[in-house]
């Protein structure tokens, strides 16, 4: 396949580009190039001074399963003497406060929910593992036994070794200088004078980025900023410990309340921080080195050491390695790391430009990883492991501005170590997408959180009124203080109204587009599970599918006119998916032509719902939106007071109402009628803590959060969006039969057993003794062994203040029954929960209809 399959051209060798070329040539792809524009041997990057920390936890299950990923690769490569490139001496996360001993234990927690080994140890046990620690400072910390350190360097130089041999070219001391691109596809790479062909280009340029990404029209949302790290002088107790003069023996050690971490480095300790100010970096003033005067302390990618920024971190760390007292830094640098706007990295397709990826901002510990998950890609169309939360089109183009990737990318540096809730919003930049209701939600008392830049209501305070009116069944008792943040008891009037009465929902925020066009039926039909060649009014709730059957997004399809759709869609992923699937039909069929624009910015919209929804929009239009007037998912354009609005006959929350769309420019106005009009049926508006608990109480699910590319419909609880009456073709339709034969897993609805008791997310879950141990030891591969592998996960979770219960979604044995008993780890304890029949609320469905 070598020769027939398309040219890539990979830019940079370092551990994430020589690894993506070992993994497309492991995969058959070996008619590949990879260009370097320093010496293969120390490239000069990230990857020649990385001090090669792998620590596995993490709250993404996808980075999480990168990281092992690496960690099971490097250790098969082995180097000289047969030692392979990833020393296992484990990994220690040490508290010196309460509340980071308290976070060890939802960090214990997200190990174990993603099948990695981990303890909370007392602090007897953290100076046994790691002696030189100060025994008066210690409270306790997470041990990991399967992390350790990455030979970066080593590891890098066999897989180019091996990729290599199966006829991969690396050329280094190439400096690209431009990409070749028109009518929206990659063509070549440049580099002075040389023209090298290529089908695929991959950036893997490390925080070179975005000057490669400017070659190919493609924003890249990275920031170069320089993290210290130094070397003290020889420790007596080190003294003969380690054999290599890099090894280590004792853990790698993090010691987050101070923004610092530790490794044994031979006779030496290493010791990193990210303490300091930030330190962005202007690509244009690196320093300027030929490739042959490149060596391990002098790089591109390693500034002079600025000691005024490391003597407070000095102080510190002689306090908790008292041992350091008696040595001095020996050398330090300033070595420069990629950060992103929300601290992830940054893979995929350019939506601009086709054939043009990037695999950027990926530190050692995730880089095999990530190598793979991006060749299989290129090589499939699609990953095994779920790329969304990496995706380079998850931003919106305000935040691949250069200002606030700035601003945002040096946040993330200075929080890198903190202890944050999963709800905490930045500070800063905010106010940055308001939608037209902004104004009234204000006046309103609203309290906002942040999400891809927009302002969304939580709660209003203006609810808290009718507090003394809930009635007690609809009151949640009281949470726990990590629970407790970002929450307010308003969310349970703005519940009870919602379900009782009528309130009005801020859902501007939906990401949606127009496709349009003769060929704009026959597009979103081959792209989705759910008919697409219907009347006019239609709406459909469907999925999109990978080759391989993996949800990729649920989406909502509105058939406005035969040539108009209106899509509501989960991000920028799901628009240059569809932009791109698009141009490719436009361009084979000109007669079956399709333009996608997205109308986000210009239209606004308001969820009306709740019992008395009818009687609020009666008042206000004389259009006929009865339930003959305007069926179950079904759209029809209405005036609403004069204004022109398109009305949509579906709820996210479980009530009757509509999503009601018109123009920004009317937004305000909008707003205003139906607000007044609601004053007499007792109208209220409501927040998004409500509403997650009333998609909850429906059995909703919310992509990204419940469902990824890593499972199927049926799995999911979403085989109704496979229509079965559709005999048509659609992407990943071949796979769904065999990819559902071989689930062992399903989405799990539980309730909490103790009413005081509430998870918020991403918990280990294990089967209870008794409630079905055959599924147990199944899901663990045989052992039944639940004390420490953890036999599934908490996706969503919220109070239902309908039933009176909390409620967790689960990825659980697809063996278990209603009934069934389970437990969820919280901080280390154990909540009971039983899996429980959905929906919890309505399963008939006649609240919705009506």
Sequence with gaps: MSNSSPRVVIIGAGIVGANLADELARLGWTNTLVLEQG?????????????????????????????????????????????????????????????????????????????????????????????????????????????????????????????????????????????????????????????????????????????????????????????????STEVPSLEGKNELPKGASAPILRYQDEDLYYREWGERIGIGSYAHRPMPVDLDTLPQYSPDEITDERMPSSLTFTPEDFAREWEISQEILPELAQTQIQRGFNGIFSFTPDGGSLVGQSRNVDGFFVAEAVWVTHAAGVAKAVAELIAHGHSETDLSGLDLNRFEDIQTAPEYVSETSQQNFREIYDVLHPLQPRVSPRDVRMSPFNAQQRELGAFFLEAAGWERPHWYEANAALLDELPEEWRAPERDDWANQFHSPIAAVEAWKTRTNVAMYDMTQLKRFEVKGPGAGRLLHGLTTSSMLRKPGAVSYTLLLDEAGGITSDITVAILDEETYQVGANSNIDLAYITRAAKRQTEEDPSQWVTVRETTPGTCCIGLWGPRARDVIAAVSDDDLSDEGLKYFRTKQISVAGIPVTAMRLSYVGELGWELYTSADLGHRLWDVLWEAGQEFGIIAAGREAFNSLRLEKGFRSFGTDMTSEHEPEQAGLGFAVKASKTDDFVGKAALADRAAGTTKRLTCLTLDEPSDIVLGKEPVYVADGASKDASAEANGGSEDSATRADGYVTSAAYGYTIGKAIAYAWLPNTLGVGDAVEIEYFGRRVPATVTAEPLYDPEMTRLRG
């Excluded at 098969?76 to 996360?93: A, D, N, R, W």
């Design 39 to 231: 010496p293969l041997t120390i490239p000069g990057g990230s990857t020649s001074h990385a001090p090669g920390l792998v620590f596995s936890s993490n709250p993404s299950k996808s980075m999480t399963e990168f990281a092992q990923y690496t960690i099971e690769k490097l250790t098969s490569l082995t180097g000289p003497g047969g030692k392979g490139s990833f020393l296992p001496v484990g990994g220690l996360e040490i508290a010196t406060k309460p509340e980071r001993l308290h976070d060890l234990e939802r960090r214990a927690g997200w190990n174990r929910a993603w099948g990695v080994d981990a303890e909370v140890i007392d602090a007897e046990e953290c100076l046994r593992r790691f002696p030189m620690l100060n025994p008066e400072m210690v409270l306790g910390g997470l041990f990991t036994p399967g992390d350790g350190l990455a030979l970066a360097a080593q590891g890098t130089q066999l897989v180019i070794a091996r990729a290599q041999a199966a006829g991969v070219e690396f050329r280094d001391r190439t400096v690209v200088t431009d990409i070749e691109h028109s009518g929206g596809k990659v063509s070549a790479v440049i580099a002075g004078d040389e023209r090298f062909p290529a089908d695929i280009v991959v950036s893997c340029a490390g925080f070179w980025g975005p000057k490669i990404g400017a070659m190919a029209d493609t924003p890249i949302p990275l920031l170069p900023l320089a993290h210290q790290f130094a070397w």
